[in-house]
């Protein structure tokens, strides 16, 4: 499985951005946004399973960003509003071949590079 990300960039605050993932290669059960600020560890930010489109979000984006994919062009995507100078990240896609631990990027097995995204104040 190969994973391409991107659509980050410099957005003011208040504003929005979406995140693109290509996945390519064999199928997986879910995928997943994540994100890693300067000095900070990676951390989860939203899920969705490929099969029915169940998501899970983080409490600090809930109401603010928001996951979807299309399984015809096995894209997942992350739409981010009313960005936050904290919202300031690099942020990774990832894919895992079950259901469980979704918030754990150790249980992740397949990265993609990850996509800069800088909010200003």
């Known amino acids: 499985v190969q994973l391409q990300a991107s659509g980050g960039g410099l957005v003011q605050a208040g504003g929005s951005l979406r995140l693109s993932c290509v996945v390519s290669?064999?199928?997986?059960?879910?995928a997943g946004w994540f994100r890693q600020a300067p000095g900070k560890e990676r951390e989860f930010v939203a899920a969705?399973?490929?099969?029915?489109?169940?998501?899970y979000a983080a409490d600090s984006v809930k109401g603010r960003f928001t996951i979807s994919r299309d399984n015809a062009k096995n894209t997942v995507y992350l739409q981010m509003n009313s960005l936050k100078p904290e919202d300031t990240a690099v942020y990774y896609c990832?894919?895992?071949?079950?259901?469980?631990?979704?918030?754990?990027?150790?249980?992740?097995?397949?990265w993609g590079q990850g996509t800069q995204v800088t909010v200003s104040s």
């Open positions: 990832a894919a895992k071949d079950d259901y469980y631990y979704l918030v754990d990027m150790l249980r992740y097995d397949y």
């Open positions: 290669g064999r199928t997986s059960v879910v």
């Open positions: 969705i399973r490929w099969i029915g489109g169940r998501t």
